[in-house]
C-alpha cells in the first residue's frame, strides 16, 4: 500500500498548559466536566480536552506504528495561542513551536510540524513565521476564528502576505466559535459536536465571499474536518450569490468556482460523508486525517474510510496528495 501522511494531529506540552493556566483567564478556565476529564473552557463552554497521548510523542508514534501511518503532521490544538497579552502569547507560540522542532529532529522520518502565531499581534506573528520557517516548520495552523476576530479582517493582510510568498499549506481547525455562551453550547458540549464544524464554515465561506482566494494564490488552505458544513451548503452559497447583490461585492464568480483553490481533511466519520467531501473538493485536493489524539479523533477508522474509496483516489488521499502539497 502506499504512504500514509496524517496532517491532522494535536500535541501539547505541560509548560503551554501551564501557561494557559496561569494568563488564560477570566475567558479561558479549566475544568472537571462529566466523565472525569478536565477541559478547556471558553466563557463557561467546554471545548477542548486534553488527553495524556498529547502530551507522549512514543504514544502517538506507537499508534501510527499500529495504525499503518508512516509521517505525522502535528500542531497545537485550541485555543492556541490566542490569549494573554502580546508576550505571553508568543511565548505560547514558540513554546509550542519549540517543542514540536525538537520532535521532528529526533524522529525526521516520521514527523512535521505547523507552526503556531500570535495572530493578534500581527508584528511578533511575522517574527515567529520567520524563524518557524527557518527550524524547519510545513506549514501554519490558524484557528478558524482569532479570539473572535475574522480571519479576513484587515489587521491579518501582513501575516496572509507573507504566507502566501512562502507558499505555506495552512489548516484553519476550528476553535469555540465567538457567543458559545450565547448559543448555549454548555450543555451536551456542543461546541465539539456542533460548534468547530459551524467555526470552520464560517471561516472559509467568509474567506471565499471576501475574494481571498483571489487575493492570495499560493498558499494552500486545508479546511479541517472535511470542510466542516461546506460540501453540504457550498450550493446554497451559490444560489446566495446569484440572487443576493451583497454576495457578489468582491467576487465575480459563483462560491463553488473556488473549491479547487481549497483542500479539506478526512476527518469524517462516514463513508458517505467522505464521499462528498471528495466530490465537492476533489479527489486531488483531500487529504488523511485523525483527528488524533483528540477524545473523538480516530486514526483507524479515519484510515479505514479512506482505505475504502476507489483506488484511483484513494492513494491520493493516503499521501500523495499531502506529499504535493507540503512538500514532503
Known sequence: MSTVIDVHTHCLTEAWFELLQQH?????TVETV?????????????????VPAMFDYDLRLKAMDKH???????????????WGGPDISLRAAQIMNDDM???QAAHPDR??????????????????????AEAGASGVMVLANVDGASLTDPAFEPIWRA?????LAVLVHPTAPPGVATMDMVRFQLTASIGFTFDTSLAVARMIYDGFFDRYRQLKVIAAHGGGALPYLISRMDQCFD????????????????????????????????????????????????DYPHTIGDMPGCLRRVDGLAVEVRDKVRGQNARRVFGL
Open 24 to 28: 488564560g483567564g477570566p475567558r479561558y
Open 34 to 50: 462529566r466523565g472525569g476529564l478536565r477541559a478547556i473552557h471558553l466563557d463557561g463552554a467546554p471545548f477542548m480536552t486534553p
Open 68 to 82: 499503518g501511518v508512516d509521517v505525522s503532521i502535528v500542531s497545537l490544538t485550541c485555543p492556541n495561542c490566542y
Open 101 to 103: 522542532a525538537a520532535a
Open 111 to 132: 514527523l512535521r510540524w505547523l507552526a503556531s502565531l500570535p495572530w493578534q499581534y500581527p508584528g511578533r506573528a511575522l517574527a515567529e513565521l520567520e524563524r518557524a
Open 163 to 167: 504566507i502566501d510568498a512562502r507558499s
Open 243 to 290: 440572487n443576493i447583490p451583497a454576495c457578489r461585492e468582491k467576487i465575480a464568480v459563483r462560491p463553488s468556482e473556488y473549491l479547487s483553490k481549497i483542500y479539506a481533511d478526512a476527518v469524517v466519520f462516514s463513508p458517505a460523508v467522505l464521499e462528498l467531501c471528495v466530490k465537492t473538493f476533489g479527489a486531488d485536493n483531500v487529504l488523511y486525517g485523525s
